[in-house]
């Protein structure tokens, strides 16, 4: 991990929700610090005694984390995704009139915390201003929560098929025509299809979607630079992926997916890692010695014993079989279940320690 | 504004934060109501075919597909329940397909706000609505998103209403904003772990909930480990070095969800207990897991 700390600039911690994804994040944070870096930690939701541990206070300000024995910095900010979609617009709003037009639009409130993709592009903004600062020798992007890996990297292009032209050119309309008005710019069939539509969703509905289409003109192409260069970012050679991940099938079947489409997209995928996999007495205990200990246990606890040794046995040929199949192709680093706080700075600088030293 | 709806049809919504085994937990839920003789749906969300994969049945999406007596599974994606509805308004299937190869469309559609969203919410309520094809079940358990994109697919329905109030499109989204606050109709069930963060994530979303769809949701706690009588653990003394780390999880776990469990009584407005399955395979864990969860739906 050190390695891939020290040859980065930027490193995109991805993953599905309730996997530790922003505990992972912070504690490479960390060992960046520890390695004499300036590392800036960025998450959008944070769990509360992780904000706690790390000073988080607010959204939308960097904070320096109190770290020991460090000879770098640790830094930390709270993504709020409503407040940089509305600072994004009032920056690139040509005027004042086109940020109310935009925001006093029904469906801008919807638009701007329900569709998916719009938190992946408020924390690109974010991460491609902080890169951009040049504050920081390590910025780590800690993604927005969501059902699954690859969600993060289609959100750029959803919203950028959002803002393009092609979609906005239709609700353009002449002077004196009524909103959502669009037929003479479309084609026979589009007009039945729009027709249908209008007639499914009402002409209230469209009016407000054409409105807010129109105002949005005005911003398409400065979203679409920013898309752009966010893109480019992400697949910028100083850029690494690390995926993390629990530890089930499904899970690692998605790991496998997402590696898949990483590649294809040009991305790289510095690791893998699978987080909480084994209990820590479970993963550093010789098998043979850990058995004959538990005979020596009362009769209930023998028992829990046994059972959950089986069990972690069970995964553990699980975990084999997707290494044998994927070890070539993909770094795996398991990290245990920490039987101590893990929310603390001591127990991030314990996450820390086994990123750097249980390497497969 | 409101109306009666006298379809029996039961929803239950399950959630809670990742990784918390919402997932087997529903399978539980539609398995134990099944052994009554209960005919239900078993719904994921997205196209993750997680009950597919994971049961070994063929994947044929939103068609339901047979797993064990009374329970069928399947998977709905926004756009294909968007396609549903839309289908059911133009009739005819043509137009439908043409709006959907329409490139125009296309991108309205995925950028038009919480119309995917709309759209899942407002087949599951069809049944209880009386809208378009009836599903034949006495119980529809939605496995659903994590907490907060949770939220946001009960809140489309009343987004979409307080912005556009007329039209078939405002009309509709009041019907299902109705259906989602009827406990009679609907039931949320919140999975989580004897841990404190997972409870705490479940107290806010029973909060959330409360206020925003007067409903009293159960809490499932999910993988306990101390149920039921447990005898004290040896002293660290008495116990064999290799085995020493082990005690010392247990007593931890032990701690933990003492205090979660006794926090979730105190906060919770109902909670069951279900025990930690030992098995890595999901179809023994749902069976595991069936007899707990017939307090998710006795009750009611």
């Known amino acids: ?360 | 504004m409101s109306r009666e709806f006298t379809n029996k049809q039961k929803l239950f919504f399950v959630s809670g934060k990742g990784g918390v085994g919402k997932s087997l937990t529903s399978a539980a839920l539609a398995l134990d109501m099944a052994r009554s003789g209960k005919k239900v749906l078993l719904v994921e969300l997205g196209d993750a075919r997680f009950f597919s994969r994971s049961f070994q049945l063929e994947d044929r999406g939103a068609e339901p597909t047979p797993w064990k007596d009374g329970v069928d599974v399947a998977a709905w994606e926004g756009e294909a329940c968007l396609r549903e509805y839309i289908l059911h308004y133009v009739k005819v299937a043509a137009i439908a397909d043409l709006f959907f190869e329409n490139s125009v469309m296309k991108s309205l559609v995925r950028a038009a706000p919480a119309l995917n969203e709309l759209a899942i919410i407002g087949k599951a309520t069809s049944g209880v609505r009386n809208f378009a094809a009836p599903m034949p079940y006495d119980a529809i358990v939605v496995d659903s998103y994590a907490t907060g994109h949770f939220l946001a697919l009960l809140k489309a329905a009343r987004g979409m209403y307080e912005a556009v109030k007329f039209g078939p499109m405002g009309r509709h989204s009041s019907d299902i904003d109705q259906v989602l606050c009827d406990p009679e109709h609907t039931k949320y069930v919140i999975v989580t772990l004897p841990e404190e963060l997972p409870v705490s994530e479940t107290l806010e979303l029973q909060k959330s909930l409360n206020d925003d769809f007067k409903a009293t949701p159960t809490v499932f706690v999910n993988k306990c480990q101390f149920l039921g009588a447990t005898e004290n653990l040896p002293s660290s003394a008495e116990v064999p070095e290799a085995a020493k780390g082990f005690v010392a999880e247990m007593d931890r776990i032990k701690n933990v969800e003492t205090e979660a469990r006794q926090r979730l009584q105190k906060e919770a407005a109902a909670s069951v207990d279900g025990p930690f399955v030992f098995s890595v395979d999901p179809a023994e864990v749902a069976e595991g897991l069936h007899p707990a969860t017939r307090g998710l739906w006795t009750t009611s």
């Open chain 1, 1 to 360: 991990m050190d390695d891939i700390i020290k040859s980065h600039k930027v490193i995109v911690c991805a993953g599905s929700g309730g996997v530790g994804k922003t505990t992972v994040a912070a504690s490479v944070g960390l060992r960046a610090a520890q390695l004499g870096l300036k590392a800036l930690v960025l998450t959008i939701d944070p769990a509360r005694r992780l904000a706690t541990a790390l000073g988080i206070k607010a959204a939308g300000e960097a904070v320096q984390v109190n770290v020991q024995d460090a000879s770098g910095q640790l830094w930390a900010e709270m993504i709020n995704p409503d407040l940089i979609f509305d600072q994004f617009i009032e920056n690139t709003a040509p005027d004042k009139d086109t940020v109310d037009r935009i925001k006093n639009n029904k469906l801008y409130h919807q638009l701007s915390t329900t569709l998916s993709g719009s938190q992946e592009f408020t924390s690109l903004v974010k991460l491609h201003d902080a890169v951009s600062s040049g504050d920081y020798d390590l910025v780590i992007l800690d993604t927005p929560p969501a059902q699954h890996a690859v969600d993060f990297l289609n959100a750029p292009e959803k919203i950028y098929s959002l803002f393009q032209s092609t979609v906005t050119k239709w609700f353009i309309r002449e002077k004196g025509q009524q909103p959502g008005f669009f037929k003479k710019l479309v084609n026979r069939g589009t007009q039945t299809v729009l027709g249908v539509f209008e007639k499914i969703t009402g002409s209230e509905f469209m009016g407000e979607l054409s409105e807010f289409f129109l105002a949005l003109t005005e911003l398409q192409d400065e979203i679409g630079k920013k898309s752009i260069s966010t893109h480019r970012l992400l697949v910028d050679d100083k850029t690494t992926f690390v995926l993390v991940t629990s530890f089930d099938e499904s899970k690692l079947q998605e790991a496998e997916t997402f590696h898949k489409y990483l590649r294809r997209g040009g991305y790289s995928l510095a690791s893998v890692i699978i987080n909480r996999a084994f209990p820590e007495w479970f993963q550093n205990a010789d098998p043979d010695q850990l058995a004959q200990a538990m005979q020596a246990l009362p009769g209930d606890l023998q028992r829990q014993g046994e059972l959950r040794c089986q069990y972690f046995d069970r995964r553990r040929n699980l975990y084999k079989r997707f290494q044998i199949q994927y070890s070539e192709s993909l770094r795996v680093v398991t990290l245990p279940e920490l039987n101590s706080d893990a929310f603390g700075l001591q127990g991030l600088a314990r996450i820390a320690d086994y990123l750097t030293t249980s390497e497969d």
